[in-house]
């Protein structure tokens, strides 16, 4: 599964087609404690996160990160955008819960 | 507002931390100077301290001769050091039209107030005059007494003076730079200022690192060491410190970053050091940081962790990640 199927698969609103749109995912993370995300040592990692803000895109940055599907259907802060634009990240928002993208993502992934 | 007083005092609208995050573009389009410097003053720094107050029980008139005496547009109505509302030039006005001059301020007061607290950024007064349109905030303090007043008026004055010491500070800087720039591509030395709260941007220290690494042909591997200590650290010191510096150098095979504050200090290096501890607020919280686990993240990824402190004075932390050469680097 890539970056644009787990849009897909989320029905999420892409706001950001970043560098790695079209990577593989190996990794899920699923946190809305940037503390935590930090933790993680995977690679080419999908976010999924109900926090909407810069500081977000910057820690999917730091670590490596592929994109960040804000779930929730939280509005987005306007520099939000900006920021993904300006890291290259994957910027995607979807109504999903946080709960129910995991079990969807899983399934997509599993099959 | 927390330790609601009586039924008549004001309703204080808080600003919403995390609106200091978003800015209008009018604030993103100004130059990184500017920015700078409204967000590392607070608004402490620039509101009148000495501020006119009235009691809930002078009449409406003694509140438009102090205006017309002093030369204000508005006047907060505070009894023991809380404030229950405010009187403007327009509740004047009305009073005047109403012909109620005379009652008591605490009728007619507004009490429906927007404040500011002391120790916000000064980009947050800046985007509620932005938002509010209104031509002053009372400052409260962290036990939500007023502590003074802010208006524009107040911030202009404010930048102007700050704005003379930038430039000197930065021509200093520049020296400074250009010798920096004698270096080589194996040997670099960077100083990243980070102001206390200043969320908008924090992390770019630590992005500029992992770019720069990047562009070396850094391993990814030790790259995210590096920028994962980087980050917490410059993330601690916007969260945690009064404001500091984070460096960071190149060196012999060694990534070293130090970040220096300037305060409060660390009582217990050893509880801070623990994982899961932390001093942080709710609003840190709910930007997702400070669960505790900042310094354990930095020693997880360094080879050599270092950390000082001393209450009053401040913190300096030091991470050190063997990185060896590009070369060496791609090899492994």
Not at chain 2, 27 to 40: G, T, Y
Not at chain 2, 220 to 248: D, F, M, Q, T
Request: net charge negative; aromatic share 6%; hydrophobic share 40%.
């Amino acid at each position: 599964m890539n970056v644009q199927d787990a849009v897909s698969v989320l029905n999420a609103e892409l706001m950001v087609r970043g560098d790695g749109f079209l990577k593989d995912i190996k990794h899920v993370v699923a946190s809305d404690l940037m503390s935590d995300v930090l933790l993680v040592d995977e690679d080419d990692m999908l976010l999924l996160t109900s926090l909407a803000s810069d500081q977000v895109l910057r820690t999917a940055q730091i670590v490596g990160a592929v994109a960040v599907i804000v779930v929730n259907g939280k509005s987005l802060p306007s520099s939000m955008k900006q920021v993904a634009t300006d890291l290259g990240m994957t910027l995607a928002v979807s109504q999903q819960s946080k709960f129910d993208a995991c079990i969807a993502i899983h399934h997509a992934m599993s099959k | 507002m927390e330790n609601a007083a009586p039924q008549s005092t004001a309703t204080p609208i808080m600003p919403e931390k995390s609106a200091g995050k978003t800015s209008p573009a009018d604030i993103r389009h100004q130059p990184l100077v500017l920015l700078e410097l409204i967000q590392r003053l607070k608004v402490r720094d620039v509101m009148t301290r000495d501020v006119i107050c009235l009691e809930r029980c002078i009449p409406l008139w003694e509140a438009q001769r102090l205006m017309k005496e002093k030369h204000i547009s508005g006047i907060p109505v505070v009894e023991d050091g809380r404030l229950y509302g405010l009187i403007s030039t327009d509740d004047i006005i009305c009073a005047i039209e109403g012909g109620y001059i005379a009652q008591p301020c605490g009728h007619y007061m507004t009490t429906k107030l927007v404040v500011l607290e002391d120790d916000m950024p000064l980009s947050f007064a800046i985007q509620y005059f932005d938002r509010f349109h209104f031509g002053r905030f009372p400052v409260l303090n962290r036990e939500r007494a007023l502590v003074g007043i802010i208006c524009q008026r107040d911030i202009n004055r404010a930048l102007l003076d700050e704005l003379s010491e930038e430039f000197n500070r930065m021509e200093k800087s520049s020296a400074r730079s250009m010798q920096q720039e004698l270096d080589t591509s194996t040997y670099m030395l960077r100083d990243f200022p980070v102001a206390k709260y200043d969320f908008e941007n924090a992390g770019k220290a630590a992005n500029a690192i992992k770019t720069a690494m990047i562009e070396r042909k850094f391993s990814p591997k030790v790259v995210r060491r590096v920028a994962v200590a980087a980050y917490e650290l410059e993330i601690n010191l916007c969260v945690h410190s009064n404001g500091g510096i984070l460096s960071w150098q190149i060196n012999n095979g060694r990534s070293e970053i130090v970040a220096k504050d300037e305060g409060p200090g660390i009582e217990d290096i050893a509880w801070a050091c623990r994982d899961g501890t932390s001093t942080a607020n709710e609003w840190i919280r709910s930007l997702g940081f400070g669960a505790g686990l900042g310094l354990v993240n930095v020693k997880r990824v360094s080879d050599e962790f270092e950390i000082t402190s001393a209450v009053g004075v401040g913190t300096t932390v030091r991470s050190v990640v063997n990185i060896g050469t590009p070369s060496e680097n791609q090899e492994t």
